[in-house]
C-alpha cells in the first residue's frame, strides 16, 4: 500500500514537474510550444481521468451572447446562491430580478444519476492591446465543465440536455413578462409589429370571483396543457389550445385572461382585429408571437362584421325584420372598417390552420357578450377548446370578493345576501358587488359596506321587476295593437266585401 501511494505521489510531482516545463518553454518557444501542445496533452491525458469541456460567454459574429451560456448561467444560478462563496449580481435584459451567479475563478459541483460533476467559472484576459467598441470582448468568460471520463455517455446524452432545459425553465421563470398590442402608428420605419408595456397584472385565480371547483378545473385543464408538448406531438395537432370566454359585460373576463397569465407564467398579445389591413398581416402578427403566451380577442362579436359574413345574404333577402342592437353595430363597424379586409375565412385559417403551428404553446381566446352571434365555424371544438360561461355572481364568487375587498371572512350579514342572491335569484355582475364592497372613504368599515350591498341587491330586485312588468305591459300592449289591426283589417275587409255584393246587386237590378 506505501509503495502504490509512493507512486501516485511520485507521478503527481512528475505532472506538476512536466506542466511547469511545458509552460515555461511554451513562452519563450512559441512555435514549438504550439506543436508540442498536442503530444503534451496526450501524455497528460493518460494520467489525467477527467475531461473538460467549456462554454464561452459569446459565440459567433457580432458579438451575440451564446444560449448555452446564458442557460448554464441560469441554471447554475440557482445552487450559486447557496453554495458559493463568491458571486456577482447581473441585470439581465428582459429579467425582472437581479441574476446571482459564481465570481470568477469559483467553483461548485451537482450531482446527476449518481454522477458528480465540477463547474467553474473562468476568465481570460487578453493576449494583446488593441482598442474595441465592445470592452467586454477583452476578457473572454466562460464556464468549464469537468468529469470524469467513466461519465462522457451520460454527461453528453443526458446531462448536458438536462441543464439546458433547466436553465430554460428557470430563465422564462425570471423573465419580465410583456403585454403586446397591434396599435397603429407604432410600426412605422422598422420591421416589428409589435409593442408591448410590462405586464404586471395582479390577479390570480385566488382573487378571482368564481365557484371553486369552476376554478379548479380551468386550473387542471391548462396545467394539462402545459405539460402536453409530446402528447401534441403524437396526436399530430399544434400545441395550441382555445378558450371562449362568454357572459355579460363586468362578469370578470379580462380578469380570467390576467389570471390564466399569471398561472403560467405566459405573455398576453391583445390583438385588435380592427388595425389588421388583410390575411396577410394578420398571418405576419401571428408569427412574430413567441411561444407561451396567450393571444387575446376581445368582443369578437364586435371587432368585425366577419361573425356574419356567411348569414349576410339571408339577411338581405328578409324584409321587414328589425335589427337588433349587435346586428346594427356590427354594420356601423363594417363602415368604419373598410380599410380591413381580414376575412372569416383568414381568421379561421389563423387559429386552426397550417399557420397556427408555427411556434407552440400558445393559448388562443375569445371574449364576447352574446355567443349566440358568432358563426359555428369561429367557435367549434378545435378552435375554441373549451367554452367558459363567465355568469353573474353567485355567493360563493361573493365571498372571494369579500375575502379581497374587506378581508372578512365571516358576517352576520352574510346570510342576507346568500338570500338575495340563491334564493332571490337577484342577477348582479361580480363587477357590480366589487364597488359596493369597496370603502369609500377611510371611516367606512366592512359592516357599512355589506350593507349597501344588500341595498343595491334589493334595488337591483326592484330595477329587474319594474323591467318584468315593463317588459310585460309592453307586450301586452302589442298584443292588443296587433288585435287592433287584425280587427281592423277585419272590418275594412268586411266593408268591401260588403261594396262589392252592393256593385254586384246594382249590376244585376240594372240588367233586369
Known sequence: ????????????????????????????????????EPLFHRIFGLFYPYIQITFHEYSGEHFKRSEAYLGIQSYLSKDSSARAKKLKANTTKGSKSLVLSMDDKEEITDDFEGVRVWWQSKKEGASRQSFSFYPEADEKRFYMLRFH????????KKYLDHVMREGKTIELKNRERKLYSNTPGQNHGNNTKWSHVTFEHPATFDTLAMEE????????????????KDYYKKIGKAWKRGYLLFGPPGTGKSTMIAAMANFLDYDVYDLELTTVKDNTHLRRLLIETSAKSIIVIEDIDCSLSLTGQRKKKEEEEEDGDDKNMIEKKMIKNEGENKESKVTLSGLLNFIDGLWSACGGERIIVFTTNFVDKLDPA???KGRMDKHIEMSYCCFEAFKVLAKNYL?????????????????????????????????????EGAETCLKRLI??????????????????????EEEEEKQRKKERKAEMDAEKEKKKKIEENGEEEHRV
Open 1 to 36: 500500500m506505501a509503495t502504490m501511494g509512493q507512486l501516485w505521489t511520485n507521478t503527481g510531482s512528475g505532472l506538476a514537474t512536466l506542466m511547469f516545463v511545458y509552460t515555461i518553454f511554451k513562452q519563450f518557444f512559441p512555435q514549438f510550444g504550439d506543436n508540442l
Open 149 to 156: 471520463r467513466r461519465d462522457r455517455e451520460v454527461i453528453i
Open 213 to 228: 371547483t369552476k376554478k379548479e378545473e380551468i386550473k387542471s385543464d391548462l396545467v394539462k396543457f402545459s405539460k402536453s
Open 378 to 380: 369561429l367557435i367549434r
Open 407 to 443: 378581508d372578512v371572512e365571516e358576517s352576520e350579514l352574510f346570510e342576507e345576501i346568500k338570500r338575495l342572491l340563491e334564493v332571490e335569484e337577484i342577477k348582479m355582475t361580480p363587477a357590480d358587488v366589487g364597488e359596493n364592497l369597496l370603502p369609500k372613504s377611510e371611516k
Open 455 to 476: 341595498e343595491a341587491l334589493k334595488e337591483e330586485k326592484e330595477e329587474a321587476k319594474r323591467k318584468v312588468e315593463e317588459e310585460a305591459k309592453q307586450k301586452k
